[in-house]
């Protein structure tokens, strides 16, 4: 089975500051991590992925994210956040092995981020 | 179309009536996905469609809720007899499909059908 957790429901950063936004997973074989955004009454925005290679992951308005495998986490990270940035941010994997030939995402349960003035 | 597209964006019915929500995703997506997402729930997989067949669909909740994909593109999701608990915003994705790889393939949300059953 597959699982993340986003340990902290809120994120409150002035702006400026660095955020991070944490996540970890558990799967069977090998992670394929995802995170996406959404904004009040919106759908999901695709924010970037870790599928291969480069541990340190570089995806949409600025954000990256670094797979750490023993650590099993995945934690998004942007240098000097913006008051835009405020959203709701959630996490995602799937294991690479499908044997049920099923290629759903697992989601985390979200975390708020808050980008105080 | 550029992107996926669900409808309607918003729906309000009465308990016991049946609604459908269709999802046309985006062209060349083999693979489409339903979610739901209700309050202080986080994401909640249903069913997943490769091409016309649906290899899994173990987030069904229960019986009254049924989906279909036509022709490889738009799918229907329908809930029969509402109940309050139904209501939420329910989520359609799609993504590529390629052998082997497809488990990376991004996948790329619409904008959500709301559901309030009153």
């Known amino acids: 089975a597959q699982s993340v957790a986003q340990p902290e429901d809120q994120v409150n950063v002035a702006e400026g500051n660095p955020l991070t936004v944490k996540c970890t997973y558990s799967v069977s074989g090998n992670p394929y991590l995802f995170w996406y955004v959404q904004y009040p009454n919106r759908g999901l925005q695709f924010l970037l992925k870790y599928i291969t290679g480069d541990n340190l992951v570089k995806g949409s308005y600025g954000f990256e994210a670094e797979f750490n495998k023993s650590q099993t986490s995945f934690h998004l990270k942007k240098p000097s956040a913006l008051v835009s940035d405020s959203a709701l941010y959630f996490c995602?994997?799937?294991?690479?092995?499908?044997?049920?030939?099923?290629?759903?995402?697992?989601f985390g349960k979200g975390t708020k981020l808050s980008v105080i003035p | 179309g550029a992107g996926v597209s669900q409808s309607p964006s918003n729906k309000v019915t009465e308990k016991g009536k049946d609604v459908e929500l269709r999802c046309d995703p985006i062209s060349g997506h083999t693979a489409l996905y339903w979610y739901r997402q209700s309050l202080g729930q986080g994401l909640e997989f249903l069913i997943y469609?490769?091409?016309?067949?649906?290899?899994?669909k173990s987030g069904l909740p229960s019986d009254r809720f049924s989906a279909e994909r036509t022709g490889g593109s738009v799918s229907t999701l329908t809930i029969q007899r509402t109940q309050q608990e139904d209501s939420a915003v329910y989520l359609c994705?799609?993504?590529?499909?390629?052998?082997?790889?497809?488990?990376?393939?991004?996948?790329?949300f619409g904008e959500g059908s709301w559901l309030t059953v009153v």
């Open positions: 994705a799609s993504s590529r499909w390629s052998q082997g790889a497809e488990s990376g393939n991004t996948i790329y």
């Open positions: 469609f490769q091409g016309n067949s649906a290899p899994d």
């Open positions: 995602a994997v799937r294991d690479s092995y499908s044997g049920a030939g099923s290629y759903q995402l697992t």
